[in-house]
C-alpha cells in the first residue's frame, strides 16, 4: 500500500530545494560558474531533488509490485511501464540520475557551465515529475 504521506512529504522537500535555488537559478551561467558558494548551493540541492524523486520511485516499485530495476536510473522507466509516468518523460528525464553520482562520487569531472546550463533550461522537468506523481496519487484515492 502506497504510504501517501511519505511521499508527499517527499514532494514538499523537492518543492523547496527547488525554492532555495530559484534565485540561482535566474542568474546568468557565468555568475553562478564563477561563485563557488552558488555553484556548490545548486549541485547540492540537484542532489537533494533526484535523492528525493528515487525514494519515491522506488516506494512505488516496492508498494505496487512493478519489478525489480537493474539500476536507480531504470526505476524511471519502471515507472513508465507501471503507468505512472509517460514513457517519453521517463526517457528524458531519467539521465539526472548519472549526473547525481557524477556529482556525489566524483567519478568524472563535471563540466560545470554544461550542469549549470542543463538545470536551467531543464528546471521545468522537475515541476512536471512532481504534477505527474500528485495526479497519480489523486487517481488513487479516488
Known sequence: ??????????????Q?????????????????????????????????IVDA????NIHFIRELELGSPDDLKNTFVILAEGKILPFDFAQKISPVVGLRNILVHGYEKVDKELFVDSFQKNRKDFDEY????????EKSSK
Do not use: A, G, W
Open 1 to 14: 500500500m502506497l504510504n501517501k504521506d511519505l511521499i508527499k512529504t517527499k514532494i514538499r522537500n523537492i
Open 16 to 48: 523547496e530545494y527547488l525554492l532555495e535555488i530559484e534565485p540561482i537559478l535566474s542568474l546568468l551561467k557565468d555568475e553562478t560558474v564563477s561563485n563557488i558558494e552558488k555553484l556548490r548551493t545548486l549541485e547540492r540541492n540537484f542532489q537533494l
Open 53 to 56: 524523486m528515487l525514494d519515491i
Open 130 to 137: 512532481l504534477r505527474i506523481i500528485n495526479s497519480f496519487l
